[in-house]
């Protein structure tokens, strides 16, 4: 044991260099029979962590996206387009049109063709009422009526167009210039025949018309000036309802007690419509000529419903708009605060659909409220009633039907 330990001593007085010197044992190589399994182990996991890496990248990436998705995902049908398209898309009782300068054609909702026509037009508009849709091309010469079944009629006007009106029955009536006046209104029937012609020699330009609810009734909106300021005029024309026997004739003349151009007009009932322009607002009819007060700071549009009419407005430039209503007598019955920009609205009956900033919101106009709302991102261009329980959107993307 001392020996031992003597030993001990004198290899702990070696020099260390002399330590590494010596030859070392030779290490048996290991091998561990879990080393196979582990590997395959640790394989399984970082390919986990790669699909998980990648869920969680995507789901960033839809969420800048933002309403695109989800607009898409609450989608019933539909189609994906390019902006300059759907900008020519208008929702049209089943499907879509799309109004070009070169052609008009009838479209499903999932975007395939139905029927098309030719037509050349430099700035064409569509507008719809009831089972009818007509394009005119403003400041050129060409309109055409459409039904779901293609093309009635298109005729060419003697004299640019200014506006256009629709009747649900397929009655029109058209603004067009006219030779030594201040310019004319033409009417047609349904399938396009002639029914009459008004030119303006001392009442001044025609600016806008809209047929009563009835259609008994055709208003003509014009404005004239003695030099020094603008002076508002409202032309009434009586439509017979046998116009086999009968023409439409001069009916009534008012000139509302304001400075402001009227281009506005929506019938409260329909015997009276109300006129506005930037800030006064009208009513005449049955031979009285009342003006609204107070007056609105900021019109932006005006329209008819089932039971009366509405005006969306702000109180100054640049500041939020809402909505108010009257009902059939000119009370009014509430108000709604909209937003910042109205991108696009539409009636039916006495219930409106509102494109309001992100948000489309389906209004009780009867009742002054909003019965639900949607939240879009993606930019809207135009909203529709399609169906009893839904709507069409027509985005800076594409269309969507969707359920409200």
Same mark, same amino acid.
Request: aromatic share 8%.
């Given at each position: 044991?001392?020996?031992?330990t003597?030993r001990?001593?004198?290899?702990? #007085?070696?020099?260390e ?8 044992p ?7 029979k &879990?080393?196979?399994?582990?590997l395959?182990? =640790? ?10 890496l990648?869920y969680l ?8 996206d933002?309403? #695109?998705?989800?607009l898409?995902?609450s989608?019933?049908a539909?189609?994906?387009?390019? %902006?300059?398209e759907?900008?020519?898309? %208008?929702?049209?009782?089943n499907?879509?049109?799309? *109004? @070009?300068?070169?052609r008009v ?12 026509e ?9 507008i ?22 293609g093309?009635i ?7 640019k167009?200014g506006?256009?009106?629709l009747?649900?029955?397929g009655? !029109?009536?058209?603004?067009?210039e006219?030779?030594d006046?201040f310019?004319?209104? %033409?009417m ?6 002639f ?8 009442s ?8 009563s ?5 055709? +208003? ?11 002076i ?5 024309f009586?439509?017979?309802?046998? #116009?086999?026997?009968? #023409? ?5 003349? &008012?000139?509302?007690?304001? @400075? ?6 929506? &019938?409260m009932?329909n015997?009276k ?7 006064? *607002?009208?009513?005449v009819?049955n031979?009285?000529?009342e003006i ?8 932006s !549009? ?10 969306i407005y702000s109180d100054?430039?640049?500041q ?6 009257f009902? +059939?007598?000119g009370?009014k019955?509430?108000?709604?605060? =909209?937003?910042?920009?109205?991108l !696009?609205f539409e ?6 659909l ?6 489309? &919101?389906?209004?009780?106009? +009867?009742?002054?409220?909003v019965? !639900? ?5 993606e930019p809207? =261009? ?11 959107? *027509?985005t800076?993307?594409?269309?969507r039907?969707?359920?409200?």
């Amino acid at each position: 044991m001392t020996f031992m330990t003597d030993r001990k001593k004198e290899e702990n #007085r070696m020099p260390e260099k002399a330590k590494r010197n010596e030859p070392q044992p030779k290490r048996e190589k290991i091998t561990h029979k &879990y080393s196979t399994p582990l590997l395959i182990a =640790l394989c399984i996991i970082l390919a986990v962590v790669t699909v998980v890496l990648v869920y969680l990248i995507r789901n960033h990436m839809a969420a800048k996206d933002g309403a #695109r998705e989800q607009l898409r995902l609450s989608a019933i049908a539909g189609f994906d387009c390019e %902006y300059t398209e759907a900008q020519q898309i %208008y929702p049209y009782q089943n499907g879509l049109l799309k *109004v @070009t300068n070169r052609r008009v054609a009838y479209l499903s909702i999932s975007g395939n063709e139905i029927f098309s026509e030719e037509l050349e037009m430099s700035s064409p508009v569509c507008i719809k009422s009831g089972p009818y849709a007509m394009v005119a091309d403003i400041d050129g010469f060409l309109c055409a009526l459409f039904s779901e079944e293609g093309l009635i009629y298109k005729t060419h006007m003697t004299g640019k167009i200014g506006n256009v009106a629709l009747a649900p029955s397929g009655l !029109s009536a058209v603004i067009m210039e006219d030779a030594d006046s201040f310019g004319a209104v %033409y009417m047609m029937e349904k399938d396009g025949s002639f029914l009459a012609k008004w030119s303006s020699y001392e009442s001044g330009y025609p600016l806008s018309l809209a047929f009563s609810p009835d259609e008994s009734t055709l +208003s003509v909106s014009l404005v004239d000036t003695d030099g020094s300021q603008m002076i508002p005029h409202v032309k009434q024309f009586t439509i017979p309802k046998d #116009r086999t026997t009968a #023409r439409p004739s001069e009916f009534a003349f &008012y000139t509302p007690t304001v @400075t402001d151009i009227l281009p506005l007009l929506a &019938y409260m009932n329909n015997a009276k419509v109300a006129v506005a322009g930037i800030s006064d *607002v009208a009513i005449v009819g049955n031979g009285n000529c009342e003006i609204v007060s107070p007056a609105y700071p900021c019109v932006s !549009s005006m329209f008819s419903y089932d039971g009366g009419y509405g005006i969306i407005y702000s109180d100054g430039i640049e500041q939020p708009l809402k909505l108010v209503t009257f009902n +059939s007598s000119g009370s009014k019955i509430g108000q709604i605060d =909209l937003g910042n920009q109205v991108l !696009s609205f539409e009636v039916s009956g006495s219930s409106a659909l509102f494109a309001v900033d992100e948000n489309i &919101y389906l209004v009780d106009l +009867s009742g002054a409220k909003v019965n !639900s709302k949607i939240e879009v991102d993606e930019p809207i =261009l135009r909203v529709s009633f399609f169906g009893s329980k839904n709507i069409c959107v *027509v985005t800076n993307a594409g269309v969507r039907e969707i359920t409200i």
